[in-house]
């Protein structure tokens, strides 16, 4: 199989799904409206609610999204081959992913703006709310810990990309003045910005940083863990508008650009596929693809992160509801496509099948790694772009990614412990909440060594954590279309799927976990597990209610356009 003919299927159907698929939710399922008041306007504080350009918003939505976990769950999926990858991220995005991400922000525009863990407890019960928060609270952690190590591990083995990945967020800060303060054309700002970005990344590759074997007592690794962390926390106490925002509307253009460069690579070269369709040959030790195909590609097909950014950031920048399609369905194309480029990289980036099955000898092998090093090749060989600079260009999207995404978790994450303080009847700053998830963050992540590698340790889990939450906050939106008469298959079909085939796999791995004497994993799972069954026991209860009790009222916003129409 040529690599150009499966990029221009895996384009085109996550296109068709964009401007015919999305749309149909958006004017007949979710019934968006240009004329409705959302948070962003109603509650505008300039910290948390910011009416935003949709574009700006769409990239802040979208690299903080599309973290790491698009790249690493498609790069270890293709195990099993190729086929079964395309097909979960293609199929995936059109009917799963763009459907629970406009969904996910849709239910918070009708509801102030609350966050989807707030939105349990109005739709599903206490219970359900507070079970939900768990696992919310467990997923963030995952989230926050494991990327920190990611990115910490591409900064010491690709050196090139320490000047980027940090000018990035002068360029960032620069830009949000610009944009909010001066007053500037967002065109002008968005191309001297992408400018910029490419030229820190040329710097870079001519000026690697490399940190000494030890800094303060730690690991060069466990030092950029600790950095990460404290940078993160001191971003996510700042107004969105000055450097959240920013930086991930300008990571997202350059991140575009990058996808585009490994695009149109593959256009040029055009290199075969030489894993297989379906791998028969698969290494000792690798689990069934059935169901574990569809928890390791989480990010990329369909995610419930995405559903707690939707709700917990997005939401409160959102102008206008209708821009919701774009943000919310095509950032998760946006995720999609980048997935793809994933299994491309991973599959046409080797010169023989002999090569690619030494890289995937083991299942999780690949990952970054095999992105980065098959990638780079594809760029090189398309467009002659020198080896290194390919690496770095491919390593800086994959640590940009990552660490937007933890920006955006560690801000989430906080929101959650206030969230859960005030349930108890006490109020929490954000100061103390911030401190509270960092001592979380860097306890777990130099819990078994100094290191810092400690945020891996429960990482297995974190495809399964994520594919519940998905399955759980479709439950909330099936409830939200029952209660207002419209269907809800669009989001009960990925529901059932993706909460049968999350639960297995929890099932398969409360196995391993016991078998492996691995305590800690399998009383999290088991935790999670049981939470997830209840919530949606709950939720089942309110569909059933929802059926029988009278309709909600239409919002008067909603009513005055359906006797217009």
Request: proline letters at 4%; hydrophobic letters at 55%; one cysteine or more.
């Amino acid at each position: 199989m040529n690599s150009l003919l499966l990029a221009a299927i895996g384009i085109a159907m996550m296109l068709a799904g964009y401007f015919l698929y999305s749309k149909y939710l958006g004017s007949r399922v979710y019934r968006l409206n240009a004329r409705l008041r959302t948070p962003a306007h109603e509650f505008r504080d300039g910290i948390d609610f910011v009416p935003t350009n949709k574009y700006v918003l769409w990239g802040h939505h979208f690299t903080s999204v599309a973290g790491a976990a698009p790249i690493v769950g498609p790069a270890v999926a293709v195990i099993w081959g190729w086929l079964p990858a395309f097909l979960w991220v293609t199929l995936g995005t059109v009917f799963f992913a763009g459907m629970h991400d406009l969904g996910a922000l849709w239910a918070s525009i009708r509801n102030r703006g609350q966050s989807i863990g707030t939105l349990s407890g109005r739709y599903i019960g206490a219970r359900g709310r507070n079970l939900f928060l768990v696992v919310i609270f467990l997923l963030l952690l995952m989230v926050n810990t494991a990327f920190a190590v990611v990115i910490g591990g591409l900064l010491v083995n690709t050196p090139t990309a320490v000047i980027p990945v940090w000018g990035a967020i002068l360029v960032a800060l620069l830009i949000g003045q610009a944009i909010y303060r001066w007053k500037l054309n967002l065109v002008a700002v968005s191309v001297i910005g992408v400018v910029a970005l490419y030229s820190l990344i040329i710097l870079g590759d001519n000026a690697p940083v490399v940190l000494p074997e030890t800094v303060m007592g730690l690991s060069a690794e466990a030092f950029w863990v600790l950095v990460l962390f404290l940078y993160a926390g001191v971003a996510s106490m700042l107004p969105v508008w000055m450097l959240l925002q920013p930086r991930d509307y300008i990571n997202g253009l350059q991140l575009f650009i990058g996808l585009g460069i490994l695009y149109v690579s593959v256009l040029i070269a055009s290199p075969e596929i030489v894993a297989p369709a379906m791998n028969s040959n698969v290494p000792e030790g690798t689990p069934s693809l059935v169901p574990l195909l569809f928890v390791t590609i989480a990010c990329g097909a369909i995610s419930g992160f995405h559903g707690i950014v939707s709700s917990g950031t997005s939401a409160k920048q959102l102008d206008k509801e209708t821009d919701a399609r774009f943000v919310g369905y095509f950032g998760a194309v946006g995720e999609g496509l980048l997935a793809l480029g994933s299994i491309i990289a991973a599959t046409a980036g080797y010169r023989t099948l002999a090569d690619w099955e030494a890289v995937y000898s083991a299942f999780n092998q690949g990952g970054v790694a095999a992105f980065v090093e098959g990638g780079g090749a594809i760029v090189n060989a398309g467009l002659g772009i020198p080896a290194s600079l390919s690496a770095t260009i491919l390593a800086t999207m994959a640590v940009l990614f990552a660490a937007t995404t933890m920006d955006t978790g560690v801000r989430l994450q906080r929101y959650v412990v206030q969230e859960a303080v005030g349930l108890a009847g006490k109020r929490i700053g954000t100061v103390l909440a911030t401190v509270i998830v960092l001592a979380f963050g860097l306890g777990l992540s130099f819990s078994i060594s100094t290191d810092g590698a400690g945020g891996m340790r429960i990482w297995p889990l974190f495809g399964t954590t994520n594919q519940i939450l998905a399955g759980l906050t479709l439950s909330i939106v099936a409830v939200m279309l029952m209660r207002k008469r419209r269907s809800p298959l669009p989001a009960l079909v990925p529901l059932v799927f993706v909460f049968s085939m999350s639960v297995a796999a929890a099932i398969v791995q409360v196995g391993q976990f016991y078998s492996d004497g691995d305590w800690l994993l399998l009383g999290l799972d088991l935790v999670i597990l049981v939470a997830a069954l209840w919530v949606i026991v709950e939720a089942v209860g309110s569909m059933a209610r929802a059926r029988r009790e009278p309709a909600d009222e239409e919002d008067p916003v909603d009513a005055e356009a359906a006797v217009e129409r």
